[in-house]
């Protein structure tokens, strides 16, 4: 048996200084080397410059339309959906969208291209077409717009395909095989790569898996002679051969995955071709390393030298990826092809990680950083050559050299372009250097499918720190493109963006961003893991509240009030910011609280975890502002004028259980923070969370007099607002318990009190022609299905223009269909269970009746106890849903896209305001929507769950909640009483201020 390496580790986000410290001195070579790399890349770039290329590349288009205009954004845009809107109307308003964005009509081309100078023509005429002179009474105009409608819509789907052409290789693999047969006695090396978004459905996996296998065979079968490494090869995607290609999911993943990749691997074998696993997000990496290394293990395939992965040099763990890869090589006594790329998902990665709050990230943060790791990784592959054949996948001139550089004369390895881009680089470097190889990877697939890939690919290299970039750009000198990476950085303290602040600083200096772990990391998720399991949990039944009890709660924090409201702001503050402290340090404790009593899944309790300590933290650092200080108004001389906040008295704050800890020390800390007493009511099916909370408040500082818990139900919760001594509730629940309470307390004697609710809402989504239904399906599964379906601003509705309907229909069912439903505490489970018995039964007959009167599209299977599946009814009117269904069933209703302003009537005719998504790629239709509807939040091209503290204030309106939203800047001012005091200054004997003045 081999002497297997243990699975991949190391550490998923080190400082980028510490890396910088190592880095740097090992990097320095010597003046001679230095000034070979110099003439080299000096005459790469002057070839790239001098080249008049007939079709052009991206080079040319980036020159022509740079990203930093707004022709650059819209050309994007328009690549990226226009092929795949498959109604004439809503291209026609997508096209008319995006070309008048642009000054198209004015734009002057300089290039000689053609295929920059026909995609300029088409959209320039389009543009005159959609923009054109008018007569007063607009005849002509409309006229014009009328009659060239089809013209328009011709010219630019065909700008956009001669764009795919050029980028992509061939439509089928046949056809990139003929396009990729040597004209000459050169035999050229291709990477064949077959375009296609990550799988979603057992479906999308199957037919990547065929377009994999039927590939190889007919790459191999036209592959000619030639020995490894000189024959073509395929790059394969581990996140298209199955649904769920995640952390969570690795146990699934390596019983169904390993087989399938070991079976292209084979074939491949039997061809002797370069088999490529491609990179994946850094949260995948370790993932892809487990699979890669399981395929390996197989004795099949030994022999054969083509098997091979590509590594990012913008992940920090670059190195320690060819370490362990050298080290499975050694182990299987294999030799291993290495493709190092710089990386493709840079922006991917920093939002993620920011999101996930993560200590710091997985990837550099300039790209200094990152083309100094991709020497210093290239320098290391170039010593483990030949057990190890480096692939260097670069478009820069500089970096071409570098490698050059350091490779010496020995051979054994190649670079790497994209097809489309680099030509006169590598047209040149062939000349010069006819010995050094080069392989053309090569996209393969349709027209549609090259969008997201296409818009891609100018993202990275139009961006202005790209090379591709600045090369094209005459304005900048050959000397600064020649610039070293280690004399950007200069020092390690400057390997950091100094405008990327940490993920932990993301909203420094008001406040910490909560803390969180990423589950990709295995050292990180099972120190979780451990630490929940060894959890003593104390889950003895609390005892319901008696009137009397309720009665007395108020009674004594009604007595604490005057000490607290005149506790100074700062002190209030710094309670409730050591209470975040309190929950990230027992985080464990919490989420087991969470998924025990509130069946939480770990991802969910992760999450409502880091909402409960946001909430903490927002409300201190708003406190400090709002109430640390009075505000100097205006006013005439000899008088002074300040307006200030004071607590109203004790708030009774009524929790959900949908979020037991979050919202429930959201209201609870907001009170507190505007110098109020509380009283707090959970939901009677989560008192133990509630009891741990409070007891945390009082441990960080909150007296016992200002916060008394009591525990019960919808009874005790009556009683407590009907107290005449309140001066305040803050709710969040049903519509029709807010209105209970609106109702207690308006009958009430004394004071008018305020009501600050939130409730529930038919949230709908609506998504059009120009919509990516990869990222819709993506979206819907999780707003609709996510936390079983029990969040306020879950996805209940869903529009769908009826040109796409089916295929996405299709897409979402096909990935509900691959969620695990099941035990909170496996960490596997995507869907847990429902509240209680008494929630699944209403769920199950809303489902029943929902079989008799609308049409299923899925229906999962769900396991014994309080579980209910997801499942997916199409209406035939939105007006079919009455009411909130709060649980994982998603309604969906096409429509015409000629009707769309009745969409909107019947998201109005709801009544409800809460959430909607909107998912789209015309900005005109987002904005009319925008514009149109009342509803709290609005998330576009996104899912709409998920509100993050201070970022994205959450609440709603008519039946939806009173305001103002949680977590947002107006919050905390409801809570308080405004007071102005006014001084006469000169009461005494006079304005000596005034008189004492100079003129």
């Not at 108020?554 to 700062?570: D, E, H, M, Q």
């Amino acid at each position: 048996m081999p002497n297997i390496p243990p699975p991949f580790t190391a550490p998923y986000a080190p400082a980028d200084a510490d890396i910088a410290a190592r880095l740097l001195p090992a990097g320095l070579l010597s003046p001679a080397q230095e000034a070979r790399i110099d003439r080299v890349a000096t005459r790469l770039i002057e070839a790239i410059r001098k080249r008049d290329d007939r079709l052009g590349g991206v080079e040319d288009m980036l020159r022509e339309f740079a990203l930093s205009t707004k022709e650059g954004l819209a050309l994007m845009v328009l690549a990226e959906a226009l092929l795949r809107v498959p109604d004439a109307r809503t291209a026609d308003q997508f096209i008319e969208d995006k070309l008048g964005e642009g000054d198209f009509i004015h734009h002057e081309t300089k290039s000689t291209a053609f295929l920059v100078n026909a995609s300029a023509w088409a959209l320039g005429l389009s543009a005159r077409v959609i923009q054109p002179g008018e007569t007063p009474d607009g005849t002509i105009g409309r006229l014009v717009k009328r009659l060239g409608a089809p013209a328009v819509r011709a010219a630019t789907r065909q700008a956009m395909r001669l764009m795919g052409n050029h980028f992509v290789l061939g439509e089928t693999i046949e056809q990139a095989l003929e396009r990729a047969r040597p004209h000459s006695g050169h035999q050229a090396r291709y990477s064949f790569d077959m375009l296609g978004e990550a799988a979603r459905t057992a479906a999308d996996a199957k037919r990547y898996f065929d377009a994999y296998a039927s590939a190889i065979d007919t790459i191999g079968k036209t592959a000619g002679s030639h020995a490894l490494p000189d024959r073509p090869g395929i790059s394969v995607k581990l996140s298209a051969l199955h649904p769920r290609f995640e952390a969570i999911s690795r146990e699934r993943v390596m019983r169904e995955l390993v087989p399938q990749l070991l079976d292209l691997a084979r074939r491949a074998k039997n061809y002797d071709l370069n088999f490529t696993v491609d990179a994946e997000e850094a949260d995948r990496l370790e993932l892809s390393l487990d699979v890669i290394a399981a395929t390996l293990a197989d004795a099949s395939l030994a022999g054969w030298d083509g098997f091979g992965l590509a590594i990012q040099a913008y992940q920090k763990r670059a190195s320690a990826v060819i370490d362990y890869v050298d080290e499975l090589a050694h182990a299987h006594d294999r030799k291993l092809m290495v493709r190092l790329v710089k990386g493709a998902y840079w922006d991917t990665e920093i939002k993620r990680a920011q999101e996930r709050g993560l200590d710091g990230y997985p990837v550099f943060t300039r790209k200094a950083m990152t083309d100094l790791n991709f020497v210093a990784c290239a320098r290391k592959l170039l010593g483990l050559r030949p057990r190890i054949f480096p692939q260097f996948a670069t478009h820069n001139a500089l970096t071409v050299a570098t490698v050059l550089e350091l490779a010496g004369d020995s051979g054994g390895f190649e670079f790497q372009r994209l097809h489309g881009m680099g030509e006169a680089l590598y047209e040149q470097l062939a000349k010069d250097h006819p010995d050094i190889a080069y392989r053309t990877y090569a996209p393969v697939g349709s027209h549609r499918d090259l969008l997201a890939y296409l818009v891609r690919r100018l993202l990275e290299n139009g961006a202005n720190s790209s090379f591709v970039a600045q090369a094209a750009d005459y304005r900048v000198p050959v000397p600064a493109l020649l610039q070293r990476p280690a004399d950007a950085i200069a020092r390690p303290q400057q390997a950091s963006h100094p405008k990327i602040p940490l993920p932990c600083d993301l909203f420094a200096p008001d406040r910490r961003n909560s803390r969180g772990i990423e589950f990709g990391e295995r050292t990180a998720l099972d120190r979780l893991l451990a630490d929940i399991r060894n959890e003593t949990l104390d889950l003895k039944p609390v005892a319901d509240a008696t009137p009397d009890q309720a009665d007395a709660a108020v009674a004594a924090v009604r007595a604490g009030f005057a000490a607290w409201s005149r506790t100074p702001a700062a002190a209030r503050a710094a309670s409730l910011e050591q209470a975040a402290h309190l929950l990230e340090s027992r985080g464990a404790h919490f989420i087991a609280l969470l998924q025990r009593e509130g069946g939480k899944t770990l991802d969910d309790a992760l999450s409502e975890l880091r909402e409960a300590a946001d909430f903490c933290r927002y409300y201190a650092a708003q406190g400090r502002r709002l109430f640390g200080s009075e505000t100097a108004m205006p006013g005439p001389t000899g008088e002074s004028n300040v307006l200030g906040l004071r607590g109203r008295g004790v708030f009774v704050a009524i929790s959900p259980w949908n979020f037991p800890l979050a919202i429930f020390l959201g209201q609870v800390t907001a009170a507190l923070m505007a110098g109020n007493c509380v009283v707090a009511k959970p939901a009677e099916q989560t008192p133990r969370i509630a009891v741990e909370a409070v007891r945390l408040l009082h441990e960080a500082g909150i007296p016992a007099d200002v916060l008394r818990l009591v525990t019960g139900d919808g009874r005790i919760g009556a009683v407590l607002t009907a107290q005449p001594d309140i001066a305040g509730v803050v709710f969040t629940g049903s519509t029709e318990v807010a209105r209970a309470i609106n109702r207690a307390l308006a009958a009430k004697e004394g004071p008018i009190v305020p009501l600050i609710a939130e409730t529930g809402g038919i949230n709908a989504m609506i998504a059009d022609a120009t919509a990516l239904p990869e990222q819709v399906a993506d979206d819907v599964v999780t707003s609709a299905f996510r936390s079983a379906g029990q969040r306020c601003s879950a996805l209940r509705l869903l529009f769908m223009q009826e040109d796409v309907a089916d295929r996405i229909i299709e897409m979402i069912a096909g990935a509900a269909h691959e969620l695990k439903i099941g035990d909170a505490g496996d960490v596997a489970t995507h869907v847990g269970p429902v509240i209680d018995q008494e929630a699944k039964q209403r769920l199950d007959a809303h489902i029943a009746r929902m079989k008799k009167e609308a049409r299923l599209h899925f229906a999962g299977t769900a396991p014994e106890g309080c579980f209910v599946a997801p499942h997916i009814f199409e209406l035939r009117e939105a007006g079919q849903l009455t009411e909130e269904v709060f649980g994982p069933i998603l309604h969906v209703v096409r429509y015409p896209a000629e009707e769309f302003g009745q969409v909107l009537a019947a998201i109005d005719r709801t009544g409800y305001g809460l959430t909607l998504g909107i998912h789209s790629r015309i900005d005109d239709t987002v904005e009319a929507i925008i514009d149109r509807v009342q509803v709290g939040n609005i998330y576009v091209n996104r899912n709409m769950i998920g509100a993050v503290v201070g970022v994205q204030p959450f609440g709603g309106n008519g039946l939806s909640g009173t305001g103002p939203k949680a977590g947002g800047p107006h919050y905390l001012a409801r809570f308080a009483t405004e007071q102005t005091v006014t001084i006469n200054t000169a009461a005494a004997g006079g304005n000596a201020a005034l008189l004492a003045g100079e003129e």
